[in-house]
């Protein structure tokens, strides 16, 4: 994690910090458009770790709503996961189609802006969902942290 704390410091971001081992980074840097930043922070991790690496970047403004928003029925969740996917852009209607049409007994999603919130329940015996068709619906990059990763984020860094 202290490649990518330093990965980020030389950019010029202050108050760097790492979260959780799964590539969470958090910064302070003038407001500029997201996805020349985005790009920026791509080019720097290309060459700090040898290999691409796509940025999902949210202002702490968009963090707060992403783990404030509840798109599914308390109903709907118990004894499920709720997981959020994280894309650079928003998601064309082609591809909200595809999406919606991956929808089974064990796993639902919904679309907010850049962010697909993905309800994973689990039957017995069974393993999750694999990420595998989502790569061929979306087509894009994306990431995917817990509903509960995205809250202590936001708790952790008010």
């Known amino acids: 994690m202290n490649v990518l704390r330093q990965a980020f410091e030389s950019l010029g971001f202050s108050g760097v910090a790492t979260f959780l081992g799964s590539g969470n980074l958090v910064f302070d840097t003038r407001p500029r ?9 791509e080019r720097r991790l290309q060459q700090a770790l040898g290999y691409n ?9 968009e963090l707060k709503e992403i783990a ?6 308390t109903s709907e969740i118990h004894g499920a996961d709720v997981n959020i996917i994280l894309l650079a852009d928003n998601l064309d209607e082609r591809s909200k189609k595809k ?3 991956l929808k089974t007994d064990t796993d639902e999603f919904r679309i907010h802006g850049r962010e697909i919130y993905w309800l994973r329940r689990k039957k017995p015996g069974s393993s999750f969902f ?3 068709p989502l790569e061929k619906v979306l087509r894009h990059p994306f990431t995917i942290r817990s509903t509960s990763t995205i809250r202590k984020l936001v708790a952790k860094f008010p």
Not at 53 to 61: G, L, Q, S, W
Not at 68 to 73: G, I, S, V
């Open 99 to 101: 999406l919606m049409a």
């Open 130 to 132: 694999s990420t595998v």
């Open 53 to 61: 690496v796509p940025a999902f970047i949210r202002t702490h403004a």
């Open 68 to 73: 404030a928003l509840e798109p599914f029925e």
């Open 33 to 41: 458009d997201i996805g020349t930043l985005e790009k920026r922070v």
